[in-house]
């Protein structure tokens, strides 16, 4: 069970700190499918969006209803409901997208990112709270497949949503809309990614570190104690209430 937070902390929490595709590596199988382009990715992530949100409302709303035994076919039959009714819309107002995507808009139903946040947060939480959970998840899988079919469709179709720049259908490099494209272009932007989160992190704990000279002072007693956040030391050894030199 995760711990509930505040709206923007479940938001922030889908779209950076968890995003289902970048860090958790979930829902690898339309994000490797239907990336060829932008628009495909977009398509893909807003019907899984309204899917998860939906889902994970109706799920923490009948959670004190639904029996632990059976709560994974329950899951899968509200999911099915909402799949089915995204389905049915897309069909009849989006067809040459619907088209594009073809059966991948029915497996959003077996779809992990939603199954697991019906299982680990919403049958757990509050309807709000598990609403904004689904929707930052919701987005965060939506801005990962639309910036790797964006990266895919320019260098391999030479277009942007379809349209080509300039001479670039010249150079295109058609491997990149081809399967190993999609390995290679999703490697890169999760190699990118923890590369400025790890260096995010350690200028922080930089920040944060304060180093205290006297081998005396506790937290209660020492000056930079207003400042110090981390509570870092840069001795090894400290003095007991005893007098008595113990290993820190």
Sequence with gaps: MMK???????????????????VIILGMCPTLAVTTSAMNGIGMGLSTTVVLALSNLFIAL????????????????IIATFVTMVDMLM??????????LGIYIPLIVVNCII????????????????????LGMGIGFTC??????????????????GNPVGNMPDFA??????APGAFFVLATIIAIRTKIINNMEAKKGETLSVKHTDRDADCATCAAAATCHGKFYDNTVKVSPENKEVKA
């Design 144 to 161: 990962a497949i639309t910036i790797i079919g964006f990266i895919r469709e320019l260098i391999g179709s030479g277009a942007i949503f």
């Design 62 to 77: 009948l959670r004190n209803i639904i029996p632990d035994k059976i709560r994974i076919p329950a899951f899968i039959v």
């Design 91 to 100: 069909k009849g107002f989006v067809p040459a997208l619907y088209a594009q």
């Design 4 to 22: 509930e937070g505040s709206a923007g902390e479940r938001l922030f929490n889908g779209i950076i700190k968890e995003n289902p595709t970048l």
């Design 173 to 178: 490099a058609t491997i990149f809309v081809m």
């Design 115 to 134: 199954l697991g946040r019906a299982e680990a947060y919403a049958y757990f939480n509050k309807p709000v709270s598990s609403f904004f959970d689904g």
